[in-house]
């Protein structure tokens, strides 16, 4: 049963910021399964990519002949939980499509196991880097005596 769907527009300028997205969680439920994805993984525009990379080397003090070394520029969005205003856990990983499970047991590595308990839990949405324009899509299905 889905319990939560949300999608949405992360911008340049919420680089390095989280977005906190309160969602419920109804008595009963056992385990939950978060399906989420973002896009573009990679900034498409290689001149502005290389623009980047060039005043993020001269900012830490680092100089490179050629910064194309570190292409391609990739935008990075990774989730943490909290339910009821406690630490779930946090995915920080690099794939731009992922599936968290959260349960009792065999949670998602990072994700602390344990029984679910029904009411306000906050998916984080931490921006580690927003290069461009990102759209994202995050559903949560609930199972169990729901």
Same mark, same amino acid.
């Given at each position: 049963?889905?319990?939560?769907?949300?999608?949405?527009?992360?911008? =340049?300028?919420?680089?390095?910021?989280?977005?906190?997205?309160?969602?419920? @969680?109804?008595? *009963?439920? +056992? !385990?939950?399964? %978060?399906?989420?994805?973002?896009? =573009?993984?990679?900034?498409?525009?290689?001149?502005?990519?290389?623009?980047? @990379?060039?005043? *993020?080397? +001269? !900012?830490?003090? %680092?100089?490179?002949?050629?910064?194309?070394?570190?292409?391609?520029?990739?935008?990075?969005?990774?989730?943490?939980?909290d339910?009821?205003?406690?630490?779930?856990?946090?995915?920080?990983?690099?794939?731009?499509?992922?599936t968290?499970?959260?349960?009792?047991?065999?949670?998602?590595?990072?994700?602390?196991?344990?029984?679910?308990?029904?009411?306000?839990?906050?998916?984080?949405?931490?921006?580690?880097?927003?290069?461009?324009?990102i759209?994202?899509?995050?559903?949560v299905?609930?199972?169990?005596?729901?």
């Amino acid at each position: 049963m889905q319990i939560f769907s949300k999608g949405g527009i992360i911008t =340049p300028n919420e680089d390095k910021t989280n977005i906190v997205l309160d969602f419920t @969680v109804p008595k *009963g439920t +056992k !385990k939950l399964t %978060v399906h989420f994805s973002y896009s =573009p993984k990679y900034l498409e525009d290689e001149e502005n990519a290389a623009e980047i @990379v060039t005043a *993020g080397l +001269k !900012k830490y003090n %680092v100089s490179v002949v050629n910064p194309s070394e570190f292409l391609p520029v990739a935008n990075l969005v990774t989730l943490s939980f909290d339910e009821n205003r406690q630490y779930r856990g946090a995915c920080h990983r690099q794939p731009n499509d992922q599936t968290i499970v959260i349960a009792e047991t065999d949670s998602t590595p990072g994700i602390i196991n344990g029984a679910i308990h029904s009411g306000i839990w906050d998916i984080v949405l931490n921006i580690h880097y927003a290069g461009c324009n990102i759209d994202y899509k995050i559903d949560v299905e609930g199972e169990g005596e729901v």
